[in-house]
């Protein structure tokens, strides 16, 4: 019997697998055999590896819906013929797909490990080596009993692995780019790799693994600050094909009091719009009975998004509108953790 696992190794793009172009000087993806040709390390590690690559491959900047529903769709068909799932993305907006992919793989009992880069995989420094051959070892990884150690959609980057729809990216300098402020990282990687078995999510034995690649994107994410316009606000607020709106707050999900923004907030509610309320802090969450401030939100008919990142409550208002949802349907679910999103 060849108990050897699996891991399908899906490229996408990004930094890992750039090269300086020598006409502009600019960085531009590589294909992967490119990218393979520089981690040999591969051949001696004792999985089966195989790959799938986006063609062209592309800067992360240019990460769509429609992208991450091809990612959907390739783990989908090669679900039962993989032990866990590798994807090779760009930094910029990997924490975007990875809470994306969190809500569109319902049901996921395999670990899937996005990781990329700060420097190309052909650079002397490059951090690419190693977090490529950890995510590896990460989604191969099992417990005594034969089960994935890390069920769910992950982020792997220096050293640490952390939930994907926690992630953020953090730093565009430093090789341990990303952030979790709210949730404790779900492995380290040292000389051994600690697994904090208490956050990773036990995943329910009996329910079946269901893909979902619809999303709605008419949503949309607005910082507030000290200044901002109300026709700015009024404008958004009134657009007819906006379904979402995700109000990035002051500290635990204070606003100001102007009637402006109130009268906004409750015609945007009262037209069927779903308004979320997250903090523009990095750490900690929305409790909007704590000032006056908050709570004239609540009572205007915002919904908390507790301490959720903007990249995962947007693309959960994607997600649940993708659904065919009503708006009440998706402001319950908004506040109910549904991929260990969200601390209650
Ligand atoms: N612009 C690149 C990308 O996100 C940056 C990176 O990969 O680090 O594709």
Redesign the pocket.
């Given at each position: 019997m060849n108990l050897q696992r699996r891991i399908l190794l899906i490229y996408t793009?990004?930094?890992?697998g750039m090269i300086k172009s020598p006409e502009t000087g600019t960085l531009e993806p590589l294909d992967f055999d490119n990218v393979r040709q520089h981690v040999p390390e591969l051949r001696e590690l004792d999985y089966e590896i195989r790959s799938i690559q986006f063609r062209p491959p592309i800067?992360?900047?240019d990460m769509r819906p429609v992208h991450w529903a091809r990612l959907v769709n390739i783990i989908a068909e090669w679900y039962n013929h993989f032990d866990g799932f590798v994807i090779l993305h760009?930094?910029?907006?990997m924490a975007y797909t990875a809470s994306a992919l969190s809500f569109m793989l319902e049901g996921l009992q395999k670990p899937v490990v996005l990781t990329?880069?700060?420097l190309p995989i052909g650079v002397l420094r490059t951090d690419g080596k190693e977090n490529l051959i950890s995510a590896i070892e990460l989604a191969a990884a099992q417990d005594e009993q034969g089960h994935a150690m890390v069920p769910e959609v992950c982020v792997y980057f220096g050293s640490t692995l952390l939930r994907g729809n926690r992630s953020t990216k953090a730093s565009a300098e430093r090789f341990d780019a990303f952030c979790s402020y709210n949730c404790p990282p779900l492995a380290t990687v040292g000389i051994n790799i600690n697994f904090n078995r208490k956050v990773i999510l036990t995943p329910e034995a009996d329910k079946p693994f269901a893909p979902h690649t619809e999303l709605d994107n008419s949503v949309i994410a607005i910082t507030l600050f000290p200044g901002i316009r109300p026709q700015v606000i009024e404008h958004v607020f009134e657009m007819p094909d906006l379904r979402g709106i995700v109000l990035r707050t002051y500290g635990s999900g204070n606003a100001p009091q102007q009637p402006w923004l109130l009268n906004a907030i409750t015609g945007a509610t009262e037209s069927g719009k779903v308004v979320v309320n997250i903090t523009q802090c990095d750490a900690g969450a929305v409790e909007m009975g704590l000032y006056e401030t908050g709570n004239q939100l609540l009572k205007a008919g915002v919904v908390s998004g507790g301490d959720m990142t903007v990249e995962c409550a947007v693309t959960k208002l994607m997600y649940l509108f993708g659904q065919g949802l009503e708006a009440d349907d998706v402001r319950r679910l908004m506040t109910t953790p549904l991929a260990g999103e969200l601390t209650t």
């Open positions: 793009g990004g930094t890992i800067d992360s900047s760009g930094t910029d907006t990329g880069s700060q």
